[in-house]
């Protein structure tokens, strides 16, 4: 995939930080969204399309004890699609 749009009516998802100084990751809840609010999560495609400039988002789906519904779009490329750094990544 090269990105991924997410709409949740409540808490659930957990996004890793970006990694510190050899101490783990934490795992930060991501908010509910509101009208018109997406949150988008780079994929493996596009951190390889930048070289790494855009780093593809570890996440996970807790279970929680309230009601939560999410619109989870993936989006990818046609097969064939050469997956290599961009020449302004190169």
Sequence with gaps: ECFTLIRQSAP????QAARGCGDPAPWVDAPATQRGEFIVMVADMLERWTNGALRA????????????MSVVRFNGVASGTVIAPLPAFG
């Design 57 to 68: 988002t570890p996440h996970r789906v807790r279970a929680v004890p309230w009601e939560r």
């Design 12 to 15: 659930g998802l957990q996004l």
